[in-house]
């Protein structure tokens, strides 16, 4: 989880679901309560190749490249 302060100050949580499909996702969104925890998705849903940077090494291709379904879910504090 990561937390942001947006430009009014307030404090603003993220979690990123990544998982192969928009029912996985939403599946992990309701195992976890993060409705009850006041957490709403903050744009839409899609399809993504995942890839770490290492500074100045090759980057790492994460899932053997599959694409997986990533959505982004957000509170304000």
Same mark, same amino acid.
């Not at 302060?5 to 192969?20: K, L, M, R």
């Given at each position: 989880?990561?937390?942001?302060?947006?430009?009014?100050?307030?404090?603003?949580?993220?979690?990123?679901?990544?998982?192969?499909?928009?029912?996985?996702?939403?599946?992990?969104?309701? /195992?976890? *309560?993060?409705?009850?925890?006041?957490?709403?998705?903050?744009?839409?849903? *899609?399809?993504?190749?995942?890839?770490?940077?290492?500074?100045?090494?090759? /980057?790492?291709?994460?899932?053997? *490249?599959?694409?997986?379904?990533?959505?982004?879910?957000?509170?304000? *504090?």
């Amino acid at each position: 989880m990561q937390a942001h302060s947006n430009e009014t100050g307030q404090t603003e949580d993220f979690i990123t679901i990544i998982a192969p499909s928009m029912a996985e996702v939403m599946a992990s969104f309701r /195992a976890q *309560g993060l409705a009850e925890k006041q957490y709403a998705i903050v744009h839409r849903a *899609g399809r993504h190749s995942f890839t770490v940077a290492h500074g100045e090494e090759p /980057a790492t291709t994460l899932f053997n *490249g599959m694409p997986m379904i990533a959505a982004t879910f957000a509170r304000r *504090g």
